[in-house]
């Protein structure tokens, strides 16, 4: 099987010779950009494959794939995306974090990319969701509703009259735009909200620290890369500090989080992979539509409660789609 993996170091991407056109191979070439770290390969590439299958192509017998993982360092994305632009692949794939779409998209105009993200792509993405246009298109897990929804469990979880936290990545434009989506829905009801600012796993033992002292009845962890990869590191601290806590990705509950409400990581990775083969075929990404979620899960889980001491009651139970008992 042709495949390379490149991790970006502390200077950026590493450096590899651009291939001359006589030497490129007779099959397509995928550019594989992701925000995420190569441990968590198993979590994205299975689903991505399956897209891809279902288009007729297969790793090895019919494209090649060259892997760039930012390990959770958004500053290094651009390098990473120029380096993927000169050794010019057939497609672009930015997958997991609007921040590797943002540099894809800076990077060319020409080459297609097809992402998958946790964040609204209209406007800095795409214009338009139906009828994207150029050379971008892909699939995001994130609807407006998720914020409203993590807001109301996140109240019934909560002492009354106490502030309710967020965990906002500042480097993340949509997870930011998530802290004001939720700023927007609690003023509607009242709710008095804290913004919590971490760019940086070894921040957020701290950030657990510093809100428990202002008494936050509650917390709410946006989509972010970050948090994704970070997330035993966030299930030891919520443990640790006994506090309720919202995540937006299932793989956050099954690692011990208390509750997660989001849509699928996996569906939209396959989307993506389904996505690259059309194009590959002669499909014009600026002609297919951006994929939206349409089934968002409840999971709680049980164990997390008891280890955090809360009671969840019968009436949230029953609206869970699935429970970690």
């Known amino acids: 099987m042709r495949r390379r993996e490149f991790i970006a170091g502390l200077g950026g991407a590493m450096a590899w ?14 550019g594989f950009l992701s925000s995420l770290s190569p441990q968590e390969r198993t979590l994205v590439v299975p689903a991505f494959y399956q897209g891809l299958d279902e288009t007729g192509y297969v790793e090895g017998r019919n494209i090649a794939i060259e892997y760039f993982w930012a390990d959770g360092h958004y500053e290094r994305l651009p390098t990473l995306a120029a380096d993927l632009v000169k050794r010019r692949v057939a497609v672009i794939a930015a997958i997991s974090g609007t921040p590797a779409a943002l ?12 992402f998958a993200i946790g964040g609204d792509p209209v406007p800095r993405l795409v214009p338009n969701l139906n009828r994207p246009g150029g050379n971008i298109t892909g699939a995001s897990f994130y609807t407006v509703a998720v914020v409203t929804k993590r807001l109301e469990l996140a109240r019934e979880l909560a002492p009354q009259g106490t502030t309710i936290g967020m965990f906002v990545n500042p480097d993340n434009p949509p997870s930011v735009r998530e802290g004001v989506s939720l700023q927007e829905a609690a003023e509607a009801l009242g709710q008095a909200i804290e913004i919590v600012n971490v760019n940086k796993e070894r921040e957020i033992d701290g950030a657990f ?4 002292q202002r008494k936050i009845g509650a917390l709410i962890v946006s989509s972010d890369p970050l948090f994704f990869v970070a997330r035993k590191v966030l299930v030891v601290a919520m443990t640790r500090y006994a ?21 699928s990581r996996p569906d939209a990775y396959r989307w993506a992979g389904s996505y690259v083969g059309r194009i590959l075929k ?6 297919l539509p951006i994929v939206l979620p349409t089934k968002i899960p409840l999971l709680i889980n049980l164990k997390a409660a008891n280890a955090i001491g809360l009671t969840v ?13």
């Open 17 to 30: 010779p651009v291939v001359a056109q006589a030497q490129q191979p007779a099959m397509p070439v995928i």
């Open 103 to 114: 540099a894809a998209k800076s990077a060319t105009t020409t080459i297609p990319i097809v």
């Open 209 to 212: 620290a510093a809100i428990m």
């Open 243 to 263: 506090l309720p806590t919202i995540f937006a990705d299932r793989e956050q509950a099954e690692a011990g989080g208390l509750i997660s409400y989001g849509a």
């Open 282 to 287: 002669g499909e014009k990404p600026g002609d």
């Open 313 to 325: 009651s019968p009436n949230l139970l029953a609206r869970a789609d699935e429970v970690i008992e």
